[in-house]
């Protein structure tokens, strides 16, 4: 009852307001560095033709595959966006997008034309900060295997990833973790240098 609840609520919420969100991107599966760009420029565009509104889009990066061994390095950015959908409905859309583009969801981490990540909406925490706190606290060996049946906001993992937050940086460097109370730039600046040095600008 409790966790229908807080549901609830964020529901409500999400219906008056417009809210900020916050969006990773990514694709290693391409003949060329210049076709996964071209593959994440397409994705932004059809998400701004769906009638999401796009304020920021970071700079390209090189990242290594993640985990590594996982395949070719990948091309990842980060996007702020404004919208009035509840996070259930732009998960839909961004998941249209990728199957447009032709993802296919075979394996958890495998290589992907393009990954759409919903990382943050305004300070929402989904469905409940139990469950949140539950996902984050997953061992490494189930996180590699198991996948959440319902959406989880923050992203569990946004804090641990700096081929997430490097570019996050660029556009949301203040964007506090509703969860951990830090911002974009502290998480960052937490990661250890060699994995914030592994995420490069795309010259």
């Given at each position: 009852m409790k966790q229908a609840t807080e549901r609830n609520k964020v529901n409500e919420k999400m219906s008056q307001f417009r809210s900020v969100t916050l969006i990773a991107l990514g694709a290693n599966v391409a003949l060329t560095q210049s076709e996964?760009?071209?593959s994440l420029q397409k994705a932004i565009k059809m998400l701004a033709d769906a009638g999401v509104t796009i304020r920021a889009v970071s700079k390209f990066y090189k990242t290594p595959a993640f985990p590594a061994g996982a395949g070719p390095d990948y091309i990842n950015a980060a996007l702020v966006a404004i919208t009035d959908w509840a996070p259930a409905r732009l998960l839909e859309e961004l998941h249209r997008i990728e199957a447009e583009m032709g993802r296919k969801r075979v394996q958890r981490w495998g290589q992907r034309c393009l990954d759409l990540d919903l990382i943050a909406v305004d300070d929402i925490v989904m469905p409940d900060a139990q469950t949140y706190h539950d996902w984050v606290d997953l061992p490494l060996e189930r996180q590699m295997v198991e996948a959440p049946e319902q959406l989880i906001l923050p992203h569990p993992r946004v804090h641990e990833r700096a081929f997430v937050l490097v570019p996050l940086a660029d556009v949301a460097p203040?964007?506090?973790?509703?969860?951990?109370?830090?911002t974009v730039t502290?998480?960052?600046d937490a990661l250890p240098?060699?994995?914030r040095d592994e995420v490069t600008v795309m010259e």
């Amino acid at each position: 009852m409790k966790q229908a609840t807080e549901r609830n609520k964020v529901n409500e919420k999400m219906s008056q307001f417009r809210s900020v969100t916050l969006i990773a991107l990514g694709a290693n599966v391409a003949l060329t560095q210049s076709e996964l760009v071209t593959s994440l420029q397409k994705a932004i565009k059809m998400l701004a033709d769906a009638g999401v509104t796009i304020r920021a889009v970071s700079k390209f990066y090189k990242t290594p595959a993640f985990p590594a061994g996982a395949g070719p390095d990948y091309i990842n950015a980060a996007l702020v966006a404004i919208t009035d959908w509840a996070p259930a409905r732009l998960l839909e859309e961004l998941h249209r997008i990728e199957a447009e583009m032709g993802r296919k969801r075979v394996q958890r981490w495998g290589q992907r034309c393009l990954d759409l990540d919903l990382i943050a909406v305004d300070d929402i925490v989904m469905p409940d900060a139990q469950t949140y706190h539950d996902w984050v606290d997953l061992p490494l060996e189930r996180q590699m295997v198991e996948a959440p049946e319902q959406l989880i906001l923050p992203h569990p993992r946004v804090h641990e990833r700096a081929f997430v937050l490097v570019p996050l940086a660029d556009v949301a460097p203040d964007w506090v973790h509703p969860v951990r109370g830090q911002t974009v730039t502290q998480m960052r600046d937490a990661l250890p240098a060699a994995l914030r040095d592994e995420v490069t600008v795309m010259e």
